[in-house]
């Protein structure tokens, strides 16, 4: 007990030393946090808002950082480290005390500015939630990447790798899932990666920041699960450390070759995304020389030695034919579904977008398609097909979609079936740019789909669909021309003018213009109503007669429309309303 | 006190300790000494579990401590210094008095004294032997009951060298204290040590009291009639004869009075001597017959 006791008085007294030493980072960071949130304003004539707290919570971040890796550089000097090690203060208990003075330190400042910040009643809720757990996160990765490295600036560079390794991730997935969605027509990668984002590997979570707008004791568990996993690794990470290998870059081989081995893919992913191709042949090969090259020029950083280790080739080797199978693998057990499509007695409705995303007409927000079940269809009174035969003009566009996507300019398409036993089917297609070679199969379903009943309801469901518009509440139109912008909130009355007057026009240019691809299914926001090209005529040159508007709910923008010259009801309408 | 059994330590391909095993005893100075290279501050540093070895075990009084408990009693003083920046030798003495329970401020001011060191002169503007002496006055006053010092007098001068000597002798017979030293000054070990370990390329090739090594190996000179030729008995062995003149110097390790014997035997003896070898003489003679340092400089 005696022993116990002593041992807790010296670590508290060193604790009180450790603190006094860093008087002159808190006369530095007070000085800074002064000037950045307090005098800037005043001198700017402005009010402390948010936007000063936070920018004073990323100073502290620096600051805490930087005072980390100076606490740890003693693990990465052999001097440094041999006369603390020899010290009756084990390693583990110095860790404790430099990550209990750090928290210690950032409490006191944030303290500060979570004070002001309530002082002048500024919502900084979600900068604190999150930047307190990012704190205590960040502290743990920088004595757990100060052990993995031998040198302090490797250590912050590991520190940034560590922290984001959860994106990391997301990027290899991302391009395996890229492969396999070449390897497959209709696979999209990125509803894929939405749906492990928003269901299985939910970052979100995982970096706190669902519970910046949303606090709950989940935070609490998220924070503590992932401070222990840090700290367990750093406990680890301590007792196997190789302290002979003070100086290189990293301690361990094992996570020099993880780091190598995670560049190897990100480079040819970074470099894949600059491409518009669409080849998962010339992908993988691109993979396999573009990932080799980096691994090594990631080992000779590393290793600071031009020559590789028998290991390292290996396991290069065996890494690329892991992934390469993984994915070639993955990529031809989805292909062997790529075909099929439902038959129309089994689809319930579909809903055709040129988006994988869907702004909701109730409160403005931008979802993924692979969220939206039917049962939301029906809620928000969004546009389907349901008739029989736009059932089958869709599944025959699908088919003829699997056989060629190519067409004569670039767009994509989005079909989700929802089928009558529950489930649903999502595809997604990007038609590629053939000047001469594409599916002109393609010019003809997509003329018969806007020859449907549907077809208008479901592009244009403002004016159309009765259902979808009564869900929206303060309807005003903002109308900007050369000589006035004005918003004007109808009346009920008036937006059923409205659209009796736009309609009519839609009709004219239904009549005299076939849109092909670019008008079908659901449009998110901004239509534009292209000139009507007849032989000499040239009608809708807004140059001089230019006309936009933007219909609102309350807050929210739903849609926005240049209004050709050839609108002559919509143009009328608006004039009289502006008068 | 401090024990090491068949410690074997590589790093990566090359093996520094190939099973080394020591025995310092309470109260006893132990030398070990070795050529350039050889792992001393290797061994030093596995001691204060700063590295970890392969295989063997590191017992301090007779307990295998894996963590650093046993380091309450140990002051370990590293070849290559360091001091917190900007310290100077009271601030870093504050210091240590939170680590060391023993610390003692008395001993303290009176090494200070007695090297004539300035308490208040920040430590990073002193001299190499300045910080030597600075790193042993924290040492002593410590209290601690054993003092691990790698390469300690080297960078001092002759005078501070035999201060230093005597506050360690002073310590070792006052209050028993264990002391493990490295240091490339055999002549001054010869004097202090009690027990020497004699390091080379990973291997501990002798481990014995200084009376026992210089006892056990004798430089004899002889001079006979006629030519030497070789002699073989297992009560002794012939590490090395050179003639100078007519002067036979002989190093023999074993028993010398049998070695005698069978000279006066075998040849017409003139003249017989037997001298007392240094520690210096001991580690060159036993290196040499390893052939360490035994290439012969040809000035082309």
Redesign the interface.
């Known amino acids: 007990m005696e022993t116990k006791n002593?041992s807790m008085n010296?670590s508290k007294?060193?604790l009180i030393?450790h603190l006094l030493e860093k008087k002159n980072w808190a006369v530095l960071t007070l000085i800074v946090l002064v000037i950045t949130v307090v005098i800037l304003p005043m001198l700017m004539d402005t009010d402390i808002s948010e936007e000063y707290i936070a920018m004073g919570v990323a100073e502290v971040f620096i600051v805490i950082i930087v005072n980390c890796l100076i606490d740890f550089n003693y693990l990465h000097?052999?001097?440094?480290?041999?006369?603390y090690?020899?010290?009756?203060?084990?390693?583990i208990k110095r860790i404790h005390m430099v990550l209990v003075s750090n928290a210690l330190f950032a409490a006191f400042f944030m303290g500060i500015l979570l004070i002001i910040g309530l002082a002048l009643d500024l919502h900084i809720s979600e900068v604190f939630i999150v930047g307190s757990g990012w704190l205590m996160m960040i502290m743990l990765l920088t004595a757990l990447s100060s052990l993995l490295s031998g040198n302090t600036i490797i250590a912050g560079l590991a520190t940034a790798f560590n922290f984001a390794l959860p994106l990391f991730v997301i990027g290899v997935m991302y391009f395996a899932m890229d492969i396999v969605s070449d390897i497959v027509i209709g696979i999209n990668v990125d509803i894929i990666m939405d749906y492990i984002v928003q269901n299985i590997y939910k970052l979100e979570v995982l970096y706190l920041i669902e519970f910046g707008y949303d606090m709950s004791i989940l935070y609490f568990v998220v924070l503590a699960c992932n401070c222990l996993v840090i700290y367990a690794l750093m406990r680890w990470t301590l007792k196997h450390r190789?302290?002979?290998r003070i100086g290189e870059h990293i301690t361990f081989t094992g996570y020099k070759y993880f780091i190598a081995l995670m560049f190897s893919i990100m480079v040819p992913f970074l470099f894949s995304t600059t491409l518009y191709n669409h080849d998962y042949t010339t992908k993988l090969i691109s993979f396999v020389i573009l990932g080799s090259l980096t691994y090594y020029v990631a080992l000779v950083i590393l290793e600071k030695s031009f020559r590789l280790q028998k290991v390292a080739i290996k396991l290069l080797g065996v890494f690329m034919i892991v992934f390469v199978s993984v994915v070639l693998a993955s990529g031809f057990m989805v292909k062997l579904v790529e075909k099929n499509v439902p038959e129309v007695a089994e689809i319930e409705a579909i809903f055709i977008s040129s988006s994988n995303h869907i702004r909701l007409p109730e409160d403005n927000d931008y979802v993924s398609l692979r969220e939206i079940d039917f049962e939301d269809i029906e809620r928000l009174k969004l546009p389907v097909y349901q008739s029989d035969k736009a059932k089958q003009l869709v599944s025959d566009l699908h088919r003829s979609l699997i056989d060629n996507p190519n067409y004569n300019y670039y767009t994509n398409i989005s079909i989700v079936y929802y089928l009558k036993n529950g489930s649903k089917i999502a595809r997604y297609f990007d038609l590629g740019y053939y000047r001469k070679d594409y599916n002109t199969e393609l010019d003809g379903i997509f003329a018969d789909l806007m020859s449907t009943e549907e077809h208008k309801k479901i592009v244009y469901p403002f004016f159309y669909k009765d259902d979808y518009r009564d869900l929206m509440k303060n309807i005003s139109i903002e109308m900007n021309s050369k000589s006035y912008n004005e918003k004007v909130y109808l009346s009920k009355t008036e937006v059923e003018q409205f659209s009796f007057a736009v309609k009519q026009d839609i009709d004219y240019y239904s009549a005299h213009k076939n849109d092909g691809a670019i008008m079908i299914g659901y449009q998110n926001n901004y239509i534009n109503f292209p000139p009507i090209i007849s032989g000499d005529d040239y009608e809708g040159d807004t140059a001089n007669d230019y006309l936009y508007i933007e219909i609102w709910s309350g807050d929210n923008r739903i849609k926005s429309f240049d209004i050709p010259g050839y609108f002559t009801h919509t143009r009328t309408f608006i004039e009289d309303l502006n008068q | 006190m401090i024990k090491i059994i068949e410690l074997k330590k590589s790093?990566d391909t090359s093996h520094v300790l190939k099973g080394i095993s020591l025995h310092a005893e309470k109260g006893k100075i132990y030398g070990l000494v070795g050529s350039n290279g050889c792992g001393k501050t290797t061994v030093f540093?596995h001691i204060?579990?700063?590295?970890?070895g392969d295989s063997g075990q590191i017992l301090y009084n007779d307990t295998e401590v894996p963590?650093?408990e046993y380091?309450?009693h140990?002051?370990?003083v590293?070849d290559?210094?360091?001091?917190p920046t900007n310290y100077c030798l009271d601030d870093l003495f504050e210091?240590?008095s939170?680590?060391?329970?023993t610390m003692s401020s008395d001993k303290y001011n009176n090494l200070k004294t007695f090297f004539k060191m300035d308490g208040s002169k920040k430590l990073r503007t002193l001299s190499k032997g300045q910080k030597k002496q600075a790193a042993f006055i924290l040492a002593i006053a410590s209290m601690t009951e054993t003092l691990?010092l790698d390469e300690i007098v080297d960078g001092l001068d002759a005078v501070i060298r035999k201060k230093f000597w005597k506050v360690l002798m002073s310590e070792v017979i006052d209050r028993e204290l264990t002391v493990v030293i490295s240091s490339h000054a055999l002549t001054e070990l010869d004097n202090i040590c009690d027990k020497v370990g004699i390091l080379h390329e990973g291997h501990i090739v002798r481990e014995d009291s200084i009376e026992t090594l210089k006892e056990e190996t004798k430089r004899i000179q002889f001079a006979i009639k006629g030519e030497f030729e070789s002699m073989e008995n297992e009560a002794y062995e012939i590490l090395k004869v050179t003639l100078v003149g007519k002067v036979h110097f002989a190093v023999v390790r074993g028993d010398s009075d049998q070695f005698r014997d069978d000279l006066y035997v075998q040849y017409d003896v003139l003249l017989y001597d037997e001298l007392h070898m240094n520690l210096e003489e001991i580690f060159v003679t036993e290196l040499g017959g390893l052939g360490y340092g035994n290439e012969e400089y040809i000035n082309e």
Not at chain 2, 48 to 52: R, S, V
Not at chain 2, 80 to 83: A, I, V, Y
Not at chain 2, 98 to 101: A, D, K, S
């Open positions: 002593t010296k007294q060193l030393h000097d052999s001097k440094k480290y041999g006369y090690l020899s010290k009756p203060h084990s390693n190789k302290n002979e | 790093f540093k204060m579990n700063i590295y970890k963590n650093n380091m309450n140990i002051y370990y590293q290559d210094l360091f001091f210091y240590e939170m680590l060391y329970n691990m």
